[in-house]
């Protein structure tokens, strides 16, 4: 690969980095809080071009392809497929202080299973809670609502489920915002073996899907 090649290669991959950074779109790859470094290998990616003075092996011209995949075909988050590989990821705390005020309250899906499965939902009571998350397929055809969480990046991403105990929309993938309340009981995730907590349903909005998916 010659000096202009090089050059206009980094420039694309560069100028790709920083576009998904500005438009939001890397929140389908990384956490929210790794923009600013990732802004920053962009930008560094660009400044390498500028200042290009080698050539370099045949094999540079694979980089090309991450840009073509950024700018043609921006990937999607990681949905039911992912979530029907993976196994459930709850973690404990310690403890769980009351829920905030407010009827129904808004909860986060990690935060509501977590709750029912190791404090057995004795700090959700009869409270109606809101969570927001996608559609999946659980064990003996069971509704689930699913919402990724990351450690890092969607390469580690791992599926927290809850099991919807009334009627939701059947189609994988659908993002909705559901009300509900706590109900006894759980299945086991054939993935793992983990414990997948029930809600029961009260309702079910389609939303679209948020900007930022993982939790």
Known sequence: MNRTAATVVLL??????????????????VKEGLW????????????????????????????????LALLLVAPQ????????????????????????DGDPVKVTVLDYASRAV???????GVRRVVLTGFTATGPDGASLLVRM??????????????????????????????????????????VNGERIPFLKVENVVPVAAPERPYE
């Open 12 to 29: 694309l991959l560069g100028a790709a980095v920083v576009k998904v950074c500005l438009t939001g779109q890397y929140l389908r790859y």
């Open 36 to 67: 600013p470094f990732l802004l920053a290998s962009g930008l560094l990616v660009l400044v390498l071009a500028a200042t290009n003075r080698h050539r370099h092996p045949k094999v540079a011209w694979l980089l090309p392809l991450p840009v």
């Open 77 to 100: 988050p990681l949905g039911s497929y992912a979530a029907g590989n993976a196994g459930t990821a709850l973690s404990r705390s310690d403890e769980y202080p009351a829920l905030p």
């Open 118 to 124: 190791f404090d057995e939902g004795r700090s959700l």
């Open 149 to 190: 969480i990351l450690t890092c990046c969607a390469a580690d991403g791992r599926p927290v489920k809850v099991v919807l105990d009334g009627q939701v929309p059947s189609a994988p993938d659908t993002w909705i915002e559901v009300t509900g309340t706590f109900r006894p009981g759980s299945v086991v995730d054939a």
